[in-house]
């Protein structure tokens, strides 16, 4: 019998495998040396937790303004566990940069809340293409340590694994 002065707790697992699940990600071409690179990240951590690349779907737009729009469509499908957004915005001499961060953080946080399932913010905001580089690092052979494709992919499989959690526990009540 649990304590009826301590709280639930749900958590979920970075390490969690995933299996009978599809995971969505959209990637901007924009900055599209370190996107790429992103996405390998992700892909290697998603195969790591046990999920076939046939179960990864990639949908590549123009920037990363138009991740949310993409993100939203797939969502739209009810075929996927979770939506990683992979983008790269790098300053330039004006504020567009400020502007494109904002509205694609905004859009990414409104798709994964109007359509209820984990949509994973993985833009990089940097102030100059080296930081930029070395946000995209790694590789295979060390596991993409640094890469934040990669740990983007991690969050989007706990999330993945709480909302296991909580349906679960919802299931036995």
């Not at 293409?129 to 494709?149: F, H, S, T």
Request: negative net charge; glycine residues 10%.
């Amino acid at each position: 019998m649990t304590d009826p002065n301590t709280p639930r707790t749900f958590t979920g697992s970075p390490d969690h495998p995933l299996g009978g699940v599809r995971i969505g990600i959209v990637v901007a071409r924009w900055n599209e040396s370190i996107t790429r690179r992103l996405l390998a990240g992700a892909v290697h951590r998603l195969d790591a937790a046990g999920l076939p690349p046939r179960a990864i779907d990639v949908a590549w737009v123009p920037g990363s303004f138009e991740l949310s729009f993409a993100a939203d469509r797939l969502a739209a499908t009810g075929r996927y566990a979770a939506i990683v957004c992979l983008g790269a915005i790098i300053k330039g001499e004006t504020s567009h940069d400020h502007h494109i961060a904002t509205a694609a953080a905004a859009g990414i946080e409104t798709v994964g809340r109007e359509r209820g399932l984990p949509v994973i913010f993985g833009v990089l905001t940097c102030d100059t293409l080296a930081q930029a580089m070395v946000r995209a690092g790694g590789d295979a052979a060390d596991g993409y340590v640094g890469n934040k494709g990669a740990e983007c992919a991690a969050a989007a499989v706990e999330m993945v694994s709480l909302v296991a959690a909580i349906a679960a526990e919802e299931e036995r009540r």
